[in-house]
């Protein structure tokens, strides 16, 4: 059973680029988030969308957006690359119950540089 | 004020040593309390998870939260060089902002050493 798979696992980019990371959820989960984790930081929410909607989003500008496709899996995108930017992206996928998410599971990640 | 504090290490320790971790919020509105372990260049992967007040073991693993103090702790028995890593607190709700969305501590490294 495939856990949570991010793509790609390293990046370089310019600043001022544009950049798109894939997350695919793991099996039966229908919730993906979206945590940006600065080096030797904890992670930090940016979004999350259930049912292709953003249902909650952190403190993070409107460079950065997202989408979740109808299997389910998730692209998040970042416009106006500063260097700031650079940082560890996980995607985590869970499922919706009674009460809130349920099965939280983390991807290994893409590392991004902006130089 | 974060809301969720923890104290980043590092923190070395032989092994067979008796480990502990905690961490302190500032939001009454949460009651899920988990730890997370990463390894460098991982994504985490949860170890505990404990709702409300009271204590959890797993293994040589304990997971205590005392939700009056907002104070929550991890404790590794018999340490081992395996368990070098990072050691995420997390914290989530079931209302508002605090619904279905981690706040985690910066993270406190752990090195283990034989």
């Known amino acids: 059973d495939a856990g949570v798979t991010q793509s790609p696992t390293h990046l370089i980019k310019t600043r001022g680029q544009q950049v798109t990371l894939r997350c695919s959820p793991k099996?039966?989960?229908?919730?993906v988030s979206w945590y940006q984790q600065a080096l030797g930081q904890g992670p930090q929410f940016i979004f999350q969308?259930?049912?292709?909607?953003?249902?909650q989003r952190g403190n993070f500008p409107d460079r950065f957006s997202g989408h979740q496709f109808p299997n389910y899996s998730s692209e998040l995108n970042v416009n106006a690359l500063l260097l700031g930017d650079s940082a560890l992206y996980l995607c985590?996928?869970?499922?919706?119950?009674?009460?809130?998410?349920?099965?939280?599971?983390f991807g290994s990640g893409t590392r991004l540089t902006v130089v | 004020q974060k809301e969720v504090e923890q104290d980043p290490g590092p923190l070395s320790v032989p092994e067979g040593a008796i480990v502990s971790l905690n961490c302190t919020y500032s939001?009454?509105?949460?009651?899920?309390f988990m730890w997370y372990r990463q390894y460098s260049r991982k994504g985490p992967e949860l170890l505990m998870y404990?709702?409300?007040?009271g204590n959890k073991e797993d293994g040589r693993f304990t997971a205590q939260v005392d939700k009056s103090s907002k104070y929550i702790s991890l404790f590794i028995r018999d340490s081992q060089p395996s368990d070098s890593a990072t050691y995420l607190c997390?914290?989530?709700?079931?209302?508002?902002?605090?619904?279905?969305?981690?706040?985690f501590g910066r993270g406190t490294q752990l090195t283990v050493w034989p």
């Open positions: 404990t709702y409300s007040s």
């Open positions: 985590a996928s869970s499922f919706q119950g009674t009460g809130g998410n349920y099965g939280y599971t």
């Open positions: 939001n009454s509105a949460f009651q899920y």
């Open positions: 969308y259930y049912e292709e909607e953003e249902r």
């Open positions: 997390a914290m989530s709700g079931r209302r508002g902002s605090t619904l279905g969305r981690l706040y």
């Open positions: 099996s039966g989960h229908d919730t």
